[in-house]
Every structure is written in structure tokens, then in C-alpha cells.
């Protein structure tokens, strides 16, 4: 099994997260959102994110 963050881009939470699941000594990753259709199987879970907007007015799309 794989935990997938799915993010659009590296931020340092969503590097974090990646890195906190591999302390607990899962198989973690993050993945571009259409490139999880690709990676994921039967069993592997995945985490969507959607960051704040650089200007702090609204989230990214998604």
C-alpha cells in the first residue's frame, strides 16, 4: 500500500506530510493529480490538497 499526498506542487506542508508517513514507516509519496491515475492501485490511499493562493484571497483550483 502507498499513501499519496496529491498536490499540484511541492510546498514544504505537503513535503512534511510525505516525510511524517515514512517516519511511521509507511510507503508515502507525493503525486501530481493526473499522474495518481497512473501510479495508484487497488489499496493505495490518497490525500487531495489544495493550497492557499499566493495572494491569501482563495485556494487553488481543483
Same mark, same amino acid.
Given at each position: ?6 498536490? +499540484? ?7 512534511? &506530510?510525505?516525510?511524517?508517513? =515514512? #517516519? $511511521? +514507516? ?7 493529480? &493526473?499522474?495518481?491515475?497512473? =501510479? #495508484? $492501485? ?21
Amino acid at each position: 500500500m502507498t499513501f499519496y499526498v496529491v498536490a +499540484g506542487r511541492s510546498t514544504r506542508t505537503n513535503d512534511s &506530510l510525505v516525510e511524517a508517513l =515514512r #517516519a $511511521l +514507516g509507511l510507503d508515502a509519496d507525493r503525486v501530481e493529480p &493526473l499522474a495518481l491515475k497512473e =501510479r #495508484a $492501485l487497488p489499496g493505495d490511499v490518497a490525500l487531495g490538497r489544495l493550497d492557499v493562493l499566493p495572494t491569501l484571497d482563495g485556494v487553488e483550483p481543483g
